[in-house]
């Protein structure tokens, strides 16, 4: 695991908090991106105020996506990205990337959902995924 902080929604509420959190170890195809900066977007503030029904309650929530960064560290599978590399990640981090939809390059539409830039569960080990009001 690794640490990193962050601002998270610790009660459920727009109230953001500096934390300090786990990230999981890089896989064989995942980047780790040091943010650099993070926009505020309508569906980070929705997320927050309750506005986002399939998001039972945001209290441990790690907004942030649409975000820009530097590469820090790039898994042994990973052969388009390096170290140094600069980045701009949207709010989607991963898809099943076999099915009909991520095969035309809609991933967005993934049939076995995909996995969103944070308050999403990892398609591998369900732990759910925090976003980029952090510091990777």
Request: charged share 20%.
């Given at each position: 695991m690794r640490t990193t902080t962050g601002w998270q929604s610790v009660d459920g509420t727009v109230d953001l908090r500096r934390a300090t959190f786990e990230r999981r170890d890089l896989r064989s195809d995942d980047v780790a991106v040091r943010v650099d900066y993070c926009g505020?977007?309508?569906?980070?503030l929705h997320l927050l105020n309750g506005m986002m029904p399939h998001y039972k309650n945001a209290a441990g929530i790690v907004?942030?996506?649409e975000f820009t960064?530097?590469?820090t560290a790039a898994g042994a599978a990973v052969t388009?990205?390096?170290?140094?590399?600069?980045?701009?990640?949207g709010t989607l981090v991963d898809s099943c990337g076999t099915c009909p939809m991520c095969r035309a390059?809609?991933?967005?539409?993934?049939?076995?959902?995909?996995?969103?830039?944070?308050?999403s569960p990892d398609r591998l080990d369900g732990t759910i995924t925090k976003g980029?009001?952090?510091r990777e």
């Open positions: 505020v977007c309508h569906s980070d907004p942030g996506h960064g530097t590469v388009r990205l390096a170290p140094g590399d600069r980045v701009a990640v390059g809609q991933e967005n539409f993934c049939l076995e959902r995909p996995t969103s830039t944070y308050g980029a009001y952090s």
